[in-house]
């Protein structure tokens, strides 16, 4: 397995080409001018009303007045709710939920969606790494991800360092990735691609970039985030043994529930679906749980698709799942998806056990979460419902990113567990 065996052009962090405008906010580092992403050599400009954002130069600050503005002076309101976390050590769990509580506030004061910078700007605010204190802080001049007060030094250093190179290599990725726009051909596909095993043999096989197979550039690392979802839906489907189709259905639906709006960046990727199962027509993609960011689109497809009469749709549905399939106008599904569940909550767990009768599967970034979640539908159900395919994902993506909840990095997709039906409802 790949795991980041960068060569040599990784070693050294780029500051980004922004050929795209507003491109810079595409993601957020507290130490980084939030403009150009340099450093300035330490020397940066703190928002003095927020104190969340720096900027290398006053020009930088005015170049991004207008766009922070408003976030500004919401954020401003709740510097008080920060700085009592001055006044005590909390602990990691507690730190993590004044994150998410924050930016459930925040979302509520500015009525619309947040940016993703600016939801960055609430979840990775500097704080030290051992005791979470916001202030007086000094940052890790490698990776520029995560910082220490001067009591907790040595404490960080030992912490800190074997997490450094990946958040290096994660923040590199960033920068290279920042405002660069993909071309994608799919007519490439071949409507078999079953002897296609994992990830590394898919891009080696199916990216038309690949030079050296050995050695990915930012691109191959963007394409696995990209193909992840939909190849781990498809390939779960081959690996379970999922007659999904029923031999003879033209229209497939799949109902994705999702709080993360990269699956609506990512929408055009499920074209390969149509490829993988080519007996399908029509693939109506419904994304349940998001405001919608765009209209329902219908999607371009390749040479290939078009020649066969394939289309694609993505619907929004800001629905919870249970109240969307109880509604007879909805399209039901032939497969449901949901990532990273939380069955503590309660209306997650309500919504997962009145789900319809067809192939749910269970999408995790970790090991323990997918985990949890077997262990606790298999308490609900007193033991009458077992994944029928549960293991780490050979199509999870390569492209790290950086974990709020534990400092270090994550893969996307990275476990997957698959129950064959999960409802008594019809
Ligand atoms: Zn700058
Ligand atoms: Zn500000
Ligand atoms: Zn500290
Ligand atoms: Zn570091
Ligand atoms: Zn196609």
């Given at each position: 397995?790949?795991?980041?065996?960068?060569?040599?052009?990784?070693?050294?962090?780029?500051?980004?080409?922004?050929?795209?405008?507003?491109?810079?906010?595409?993601?957020?580092?507290?130490?980084?001018?939030?403009?150009?992403?340099?450093?300035?050599?330490?020397?940066?400009?703190?928002?003095?009303?927020?104190?969340?954002?720096?900027?290398?130069?006053?020009?930088?600050?005015?170049?991004?007045?207008?766009d922070h503005t408003e976030f500004c002076v919401n954020m401003?309101?709740?510097?008080?709710?920060?700085?009592?976390?001055?006044?005590?050590?909390?602990?990691?769990?507690?730190?993590?939920?004044?994150?998410?509580?924050?930016?459930?506030?925040?979302?509520?004061?500015?009525?619309?969606?947040?940016?993703?910078?600016?939801?960055?700007?609430?979840?990775?605010?500097?704080?030290?790494?051992?005791?979470?204190?916001?202030?007086?802080?000094?940052?890790?001049?490698?990776?520029?991800?995560?910082?220490?007060?001067?009591?907790?030094?040595?404490?960080?250093?030992?912490?800190?360092?074997?997490?450094?190179?990946?958040?290096?290599?994660?923040?590199?990725?960033?920068?290279?990735?920042?405002?660069?726009?993909?071309?994608?051909?799919?007519?490439?596909?071949?409507?078999?691609?079953?002897?296609?095993?994992?990830?590394?043999?898919?891009?080696?096989?199916?990216?038309?970039?690949?030079?050296?197979?050995?050695?990915?550039?930012?691109?191959?690392?963007?394409?696995?985030?990209?193909?992840?979802?939909?190849?781990?839906?498809?390939?779960?489907?081959?690996?379970?043994?999922?007659?999904?189709?029923?031999?003879?259905?033209?229209?497939?639906?799949?109902?994705?529930?999702?709080?993360?709006?990269?699956?609506?960046?990512?929408?055009?990727?499920?074209?390969?679906?149509?490829?993988?199962?080519?007996?399908?027509?029509?693939?109506?993609?419904?994304?349940?749980?998001?405001?919608?960011?765009?209209?329902?689109?219908?999607?371009?497809?390749?040479?290939?698709?078009?020649?066969?009469?394939?289309?694609?749709?993505?619907?929004?549905?800001?629905?919870?799942?249970?109240?969307?399939?109880?509604?007879?106008?909805?399209?039901?599904?032939?497969?449901?998806?949901?990532?990273?569940?939380?069955?503590?909550?309660?209306?997650?767990?309500?919504?997962?056990?009145?789900?319809?009768?067809?192939?749910?599967?269970?999408?995790?970034?970790?090991?323990?979460?997918?985990?949890?979640?077997?262990?606790?539908?298999?308490?609900?159900?007193?033991?009458?419902?077992?994944?029928?395919?549960?293991?780490?994902?050979?199509?999870?993506?390569?492209?790290?990113?950086?974990?709020?909840?534990?400092?270090?990095?994550?893969?996307?997709?990275?476990?997957?567990?698959?129950?064959?039906?999960?409802?008594?409802?019809?």
């Amino acid at each position: 397995m790949r795991q980041n065996n960068w060569n040599n052009d990784w070693a050294d962090v780029i500051p980004p080409n922004l050929s795209e405008p507003d491109a810079y906010n595409n993601f957020f580092y507290p130490d980084l001018c939030h403009v150009c992403k340099g450093t300035n050599g330490g020397n940066l400009i703190l928002c003095n009303e927020c104190l969340s954002i720096s900027y290398c130069s006053v020009e930088h600050k005015h170049l991004h007045r207008e766009d922070h503005t408003e976030f500004c002076v919401n954020m401003k309101k709740f510097l008080r709710l920060r700085s009592k976390y001055e006044k005590y050590s909390p602990s990691r769990v507690d730190w993590v939920n004044s994150r998410r509580d924050l930016l459930r506030i925040m979302k509520k004061e500015m009525r619309r969606l947040l940016m993703p910078c600016e939801e960055e700007m609430i979840m990775f605010a500097k704080s030290c790494y051992v005791c979470f204190q916001e202030f007086d802080l000094k940052v890790c001049n490698i990776c520029y991800s995560a910082s220490y007060c001067e009591q907790h030094e040595q404490q960080f250093l030992i912490k800190h360092n074997k997490h450094c190179p990946d958040l290096t290599f994660c923040l590199n990725l960033e920068m290279r990735l920042a405002g660069i726009k993909f071309d994608y051909d799919f007519s490439i596909f071949p409507d078999d691609m079953r002897h296609v095993d994992d990830m590394e043999s898919f891009v080696k096989n199916y990216c038309c970039w690949v030079m050296f197979p050995e050695f990915w550039t930012s691109k191959e690392y963007f394409y696995t985030d990209f193909v992840s979802t939909p190849l781990t839906v498809y390939y779960g489907m081959i690996k379970a043994e999922i007659d999904i189709l029923n031999g003879h259905t033209q229209c497939f639906v799949c109902h994705v529930i999702t709080s993360s709006y990269l699956e609506a960046d990512y929408a055009a990727a499920w074209e390969l679906l149509l490829h993988g199962l080519h007996e399908i027509k029509e693939l109506t993609v419904v994304l349940i749980g998001l405001e919608p960011k765009a209209e329902n689109s219908c999607f371009d497809l390749c040479r290939k698709c078009k020649e066969h009469g394939r289309s694609l749709k993505f619907e929004f549905s800001r629905m919870l799942h249970h109240e969307y399939i109880n509604n007879p106008l909805n399209k039901r599904p032939n497969v449901i998806i949901r990532f990273d569940v939380d069955l503590h909550d309660e209306v997650t767990l309500i919504d997962v056990l009145s789900s319809l009768r067809c192939p749910n599967f269970f999408i995790s970034t970790s090991e323990s979460i997918a985990q949890e979640i077997k262990t606790t539908l298999r308490n609900l159900t007193e033991e009458s419902y077992c994944p029928m395919y549960s293991r780490r994902n050979n199509f999870r993506s390569f492209q790290p990113r950086r974990d709020f909840k534990t400092g270090t990095i994550y893969y996307r997709n990275n476990y997957v567990t698959i129950y064959e039906s999960f409802s008594c409802n019809t």
